[in-house]
């Protein structure tokens, strides 16, 4: 094969990948919309009070619920690595023991700060003990985007725990009762909770993964200007020679 015909395989397996890339974007462009669709229909739906044991996040995601029951105190957990006003703290998860059903309600309270030597402001001790009415969103689980063994993994009898990610399942034998594998966002108007800013839509918007398709597709039509230019500028000299 000559160097021309690997050049231009060459462009053309790259021009082919910035326009599937352009199309790429299009994709997660819409996923990302019906996401904000499905977050907008079920936020002007009235709050309900559900059973965890019959209800899953597939029935009530992004759903205000309200939930009567009491917060196990004693054994908490703090999510770490999160950020409010660009200062480092912890999301404070606190299981909540309903009337209705045998599993428990994940309920994130808020958010407190960390202290120099990364250990939590002791703000999450103001616990009530008396049955409380929690009004929320329920949501998933945020995700790291991977699997990380913490050192909390394998401490079940230290409370309060500290994770980098929530297992429902290595919770419950941690807390000795089953939990939710989702979370209730507690309202910034309930009692008892910390700093509640929550943002649920995505990170990256549909106009922002259009606006990132128009590049990629910008990308393959100056290219192939590009290409052709130079195939036309040298056709033209090798015929004036």
Known sequence: MTNKAVLVCFIVVLVSLLITLGFWQL?????????????QHQLALPAIEFNPDYQNLEDIHYRKVVMHGRYDCQHQILLDNKHYQHKPGFHVITALSGSKGKTSILINRGWIPMQSNRQPESLYQQ???????????????????????????????????????????????ALGYPVTDYLVLSDPDNK??????????????????????????????????ISLWKYITRHDNQIKQ
């Open 192 to 225: 008892h909770g910390f700093i509640r800013n929550w943002q649920i839509k995505p990170t990256i918007s549909p106009q922002k993964h259009k606006a990132y398709a128009v590049q990629w597709f910008a990308m393959a039509i100056v290219l192939v200007m």
């Open 127 to 173: 616990c009530p003990k008396q049955v409380v009415r929690v009004e929320g969103t329920a949501t998933a689980f945020p995700a790291l985007g991977f699997h990380f063994e913490s050192p909390a993994d394998s401490e079940y009898n230290q409370w309060p725990k500290i994770e980098l990610e929530l297992d429902a399942v290595k919770l419950s034998y």
């Open 27 to 39: 994709q997660r462009a819409e996923q990302k919309q019906n996401i904000l669709d499905q977050q």
